[in-house]
C-alpha cells in the first residue's frame, strides 16, 4: 500500500489524528506542519539506538527514580506544528495513556545520527529538544567517532553545555543515572 501524505499544513493534534488513520504510517515527524517520513535505518543505527535504550533501561530500573525508558515511536510536541519522534527517550512517570502518540515530560532525549539526519539533529532537534522546559539532557551518539556528545541544560542558569564523551562513563545528573560507553559501542 502507497502512504499518500497530507498536501496541507498541520497542528500537531491533527497529525496524532491522521496517524490514527493511517496504521501504515510509520516513522514520521511533524516539522513545521509539513509530514516528514524517516528513511529506513541501517542495521548499526538500529544496533545503537538498542544498545542505549538497553543501558538507560538498566540504569532506570537501578535507581530507583520515578522515570521509565521509551524506544523511538512516541513523539515529543515541540511546537504546535512539530513533534520530533527521538531514537531513546527518558521521561518522568506516569506513564502516558497507552493510546498516546506523545511523551510529554521527557528527561533525556537521544538521537543516533546517520548520514540522512546528522545536520537535522544538531540544528533544528537540537534547538527544539531544549524548548521542553523538562529536559535536561539531550545525547548524539556519532556512530563514526563511537562517542556522545551530550548537551546539557545546566539547573541553576539554564545555560546548554556540550560535552564530547568517548570513554569510561557519561554521568546524566540530574536525574542521577550513569551508562558506561563499553556497553553502547560494544562491537560483535
Same mark, same amino acid.
Given at each position: 500500500?502507497?502512504?499518500?501524505?497530507?498536501?496541507?499544513?498541520?497542528?500537531?493534534?491533527?497529525?496524532?489524528?491522521?496517524?490514527?488513520?493511517?496504521?501504515?504510517?510509520?516513522?514520521?515527524?511533524?516539522?513545521?506542519?509539513?509530514?516528514?517520513?524517516?528513511?529506513?535505518?541501517?542495521?548499526?543505527?538500529?544496533?545503537?539506538?538498542?544498545?542505549?535504550?538497553?543501558?538507560?533501561?538498566?540504569?532506570?530500573?537501578?535507581?530507583?527514580?520515578?522515570?521509565?525508558?521509551?524506544?523511538?515511536? !512516541?513523539?515529543?510536541?515541540?511546537?504546535?506544528?512539530? +513533534?520530533?519522534?527521538?531514537?531513546?527517550?527518558? +521521561?518522568?512517570?506516569?506513564?502516558?495513556?497507552?493510546? &498516546?502518540?506523545?511523551?510529554? &515530560? !521527557?528527561?533525556?532525549?537521544?538521537?543516533?545520527?546517520?548520514?540522512?539526519?546528522?545536520?537535522?539533529?544538531?540544528?533544528?532537534?537540537?534547538?527544539?529538544?531544549?524548548?521542553?522546559?523538562?529536559?535536561?539532557?539531550?545525547?548524539?551518539?556519532?556512530?563514526?567517532?563511537?562517542?556522545?556528545?551530550?548537551?546539557?541544560?545546566?539547573?541553576?542558569?539554564?545555560?546548554?553545555?556540550?560535552?564530547?564523551?568517548?570513554?569510561?562513563?557519561?554521568?546524566?545528573?540530574?536525574?542521577?543515572?550513569?551508562?558506561?560507553?563499553?556497553?553502547?559501542?560494544?562491537? &560483535?
Amino acid at each position: 500500500m502507497n502512504l499518500m501524505l497530507p498536501t496541507r499544513r498541520m497542528t500537531v493534534e491533527e497529525f496524532f489524528a491522521w496517524c490514527e488513520e493511517h496504521p501504515d504510517a510509520r516513522r514520521c515527524e511533524l516539522i513545521e506542519g509539513v509530514v516528514v517520513v524517516q528513511q529506513a535505518e541501517q542495521w548499526l543505527h538500529t544496533q545503537l539506538k538498542t544498545s542505549v535504550f538497553m543501558a538507560l533501561w538498566k540504569a532506570v530500573e537501578g535507581c530507583g527514580l520515578p522515570l521509565f525508558v521509551a524506544p523511538s515511536g !512516541p513523539a515529543l510536541r515541540i511546537a504546535p506544528d512539530t +513533534a520530533f519522534e527521538p531514537d531513546v527517550v527518558v +521521561a518522568h512517570l506516569p506513564h502516558p495513556d497507552p493510546k &498516546s502518540y506523545e511523551i510529554t &515530560s !521527557p528527561v533525556i532525549v537521544v538521537e543516533v545520527l546517520s548520514p540522512s539526519t546528522r545536520r537535522k539533529d544538531l540544528g533544528l532537534k537540537r534547538e527544539g529538544y531544549f524548548r521542553l522546559p523538562t529536559l535536561r539532557h539531550y545525547l548524539i551518539v556519532d556512530p563514526d567517532a563511537s562517542s556522545i556528545v551530550q548537551y546539557v541544560r545546566a539547573t541553576a542558569t539554564g545555560d546548554i553545555v556540550e560535552r564530547s564523551v568517548t570513554t569510561g562513563a557519561l554521568q546524566l545528573d540530574p536525574p542521577g543515572l550513569t551508562i558506561e560507553l563499553a556497553t553502547i559501542f560494544r562491537r &560483535s
